[in-house]
């Protein structure tokens, strides 16, 4: 778990992450440390002013920093890089 502080993300990938919420898209996802997961994006969550993703990976659920995620993608959005907000 990274302790640095929290980056906000583009707001442009964040509506992309609601959208994928809303739907449950079944997202490809890397993350900073290399880990690539495919994983049904469920909710985003606002907790100590850090956000975080919500999914679902072999029927467990997992958070994972908005900050931390490198790219996701699926058919219908496409590949999107996660940017940091100016």
Do not use: W
């Not at 959208?19 to 440390?33: F, G, N, R, T, Y």
């Not at 909710?43 to 467990?60: A, F, H, P, Q, T």
Request: charge should be negative.
């Amino acid at each position: 778990m990274t302790k640095k502080e929290y980056q906000p993300i583009n707001c442009d990938d964040y509506d992309n992450l609601e959208l994928a919420c809303q739907h449950h898209l079944v997202l490809e996802i890397k993350l900073e440390d290399g880990e690539k997961l495919e994983a049904k994006a469920c909710d985003l969550l606002l907790r100590k002013k850090v956000e975080y993703l919500i999914v679902e990976v072999g029927g467990e659920q997992r958070e994972l920093r908005l900050d931390c995620i490198v790219y996701f993608s699926h058919p219908t959005i496409g590949k999107i890089e996660i940017s940091l907000a100016d």
